[in-house]
């Protein structure tokens, strides 16, 4: 192999790798920022009109369940359907939202020789 071919790179190519790499690291830094602001969000679900509050993170670890009074006096049966119901609420958006994050950060990210 002479000086200069590299491994059948054309300069065009190699160019094309470093701004991919440049792209990936920018997702990589990208993605510990969006991991901290995930952990500090605060993300609410709720059941029977707000009668039970879930609070999670953005990554879905509980912070805080919220009861009123009224649910409360609604019997244990339904206060159990309340908080289940509640807490599912609270997943659903948590994911939604990490998810939507994650595509924000990667949108745009095209790395060549990968894909079709």
Known sequence: ?????GFGF???KMKELAEAMKKAQQVQEGAKQ???DLEKMEIAGQAGGGLVKVVMSGNQ????VEIT???Y???????SDLVSAAMKDAYVQSTSTMRERMEALTDGLNLPGLGG
Do not use: C
């Open 61 to 64: 670890e509980p912070l805080r």
């Open 73 to 79: 006096d609604e019997g244990l049966e339904v206060l």
């Open 34 to 36: 969006l991991q901290e």
């Open 1 to 5: 192999m002479g000086q200069g071919q």
């Open 69 to 71: 009074q009224e649910a």
């Open 10 to 12: 054309g300069l065009g």
